[in-house]
């Protein structure tokens, strides 16, 4: 078993307190998403028990409640015992959170994001963008192949700089996406008709891996409603 530090997002205590819901219950909620590009299905234990089963890469569960009493958590592949990654999460009861799975299962990497429940501005969408690609490259992320909603994001930056994984307000509608070479036009990726509706939340995703240019692990743009 590896012995691999949880890597968790730096939040203000403030903002953690002011997007919770209250709940007496001791539990919180979390949606476990596979971004492990050489995995195939996964399994999230926690307290021994089966939390979300059977995540497929690029796959996300529901939210599931967990222990807010610092869960000790694994992550198998399904049907297997031995742990590709194992643990203990720092939550609080009534929170919601995204827990990820990435890099490859030899090295498994984790990022616990703490998901705002709070509704949008009235008449608008919110959308955040988090970088999982396993590659050396800054990216920018465009809105309709001209307007960036997101500037020079490197993998797994929203563990150093907390304010990255928050939402941000935009008009609702149908567009396109594109990751690009930071500060560029090479277009990396592209999401050719996104749809966002007015009081919805989402997060984008990039994901894969820089080793590999076709099938199911090549660079991904992926969109998850959260809301």
């Not at 990820?100 to 616990?112: G, N, Q, R, Y």
Request: aromatic share 8%; glycine share 8%.
């Amino acid at each position: 078993m590896k012995n691999i530090q949880i890597v968790l997002v730096a939040m203000a205590i403030t903002w953690m307190l002011g997007c919770s819901k209250t709940s007496n219950s001791g539990e919180a909620q979390i949606r476990f998403v596979n971004l492990s590009p050489n995995s195939t299905n996964v399994d999230l234990i926690g307290n021994g028990a089966l939390v979300a089963g059977g995540i497929a890469y690029g796959s996300a569960s529901t939210y599931k409640p967990i222990s807010s009493s610092n869960p000790a958590i694994t992550v198998n592949t399904t049907g297997v015992t031995q742990p590709l990654f194992s643990g203990n999460l720092s939550i609080k009861a009534g929170m919601y959170y995204s827990f990820f799975v990435f890099d490859s299962t030899t090295k498994m990497k984790v990022s616990l994001v703490i998901d705002d429940q709070t509704a949008p501005p009235a008449g608008k969408a919110n959308i955040r963008f988090l970088n999982f690609y396993n590659g050396a490259v800054a990216v920018d992320v465009k809105k309709g192949g001209s307007t960036n909603l997101f500037i020079s994001r490197t993998t797994n930056d929203h563990t150093v700089n907390g304010d990255l994984s928050k939402y941000i307000a935009i008009d609702p509608g149908t567009f396109t996406l594109s990751a690009v070479v930071a500060g560029s036009s090479v277009v990396l990726i592209q999401l050719p008709s996104f749809a966002t509706v007015a009081g919805k939340s989402y997060t984008m995703i990039l994901r894969g891996s820089s080793s590999v240019t076709t099938g199911t692990q090549a660079i991904t743009l992926d969109a998850i409603t959260d809301k």
